[in-house]
């Protein structure tokens, strides 16, 4: 699975940034969103299940900010972030599962900066 992600970058707290990820080569069953914070583990921020009546899932620190949704036709994943934060600031990467066999895939990281 190649995945290629995009939309990253440098905000001011109370902005928005749109995240995108494209993912090639495979059915999936689900994508998402992670994000890795200097000096912290990697952490979920948002999933959705692929295919019709597709559920999403939060963490707490994004719930109401944040929205994940999907372009089935074109494979491909968004996170759009509203009233960001400074503590948003992280390396946000996408992750995929295939339909079968149930593999994850990681994309490079798209780096999120949000200043005060």
């Known amino acids: 699975v190649q995945l290629q992600a995009s939309g990253g970058g440098l905000v001011q707290a109370g902005g928005s940034l749109r995240l995108s990820c494209a993912a090639s080569?495979?059915?999936?069953?689900?994508m998402g969103w992670y994000r890795q914070a200097p000096g912290k583990q990697r952490e979920l921020v948002a999933t959705?299940?692929?295919?019709?009546?597709?559920?999403?899932t939060y963490a707490d620190s994004v719930k109401g900010r944040f929205t994940i949704s999907t372009e089935n036709s074109k494979n491909t994943v968004y996170l759009q972030m509203n009233t960001l934060k400074p503590e948003d600031t992280a390396v946000y990467y996408c992750?995929?599962?295939?339909?079968?066999?149930?593999?994850?895939?990681w994309g490079q990281g798209t780096q999120v900066t949000v200043s005060s």
């Open positions: 080569g495979r059915s999936l069953s689900s």
């Open positions: 992750k995929v599962r295939t339909l079968f066999l149930n593999r994850d895939y």
């Open positions: 959705i299940g692929i295919g019709s009546g597709g559920s999403a």
